[in-house]
């Protein structure tokens, strides 16, 4: 997944929404998935750093 910090990585499932434009090619890119488990594996939950 992009956006993860150097040396470290992410285990992410989710899905992307493409709309095409007149041309065929991609013209809006929306991906979807889980921002807390996401934050959690980059050591950003608030609940981990106040434990």
Request: net charge negative.
């Amino acid at each position: 997944m992009a956006g993860s910090a150097p040396g470290r990585s992410v285990d992410m499932t989710g899905y992307e929404e493409w709309t095409f434009g007149a041309d065929g090619l991609i013209a809006e890119s929306k991906g979807h998935f889980d921002e807390a488990e996401y934050q959690r594996q980059m050591g950003d939950d608030d609940q981990e750093k106040s434990e």
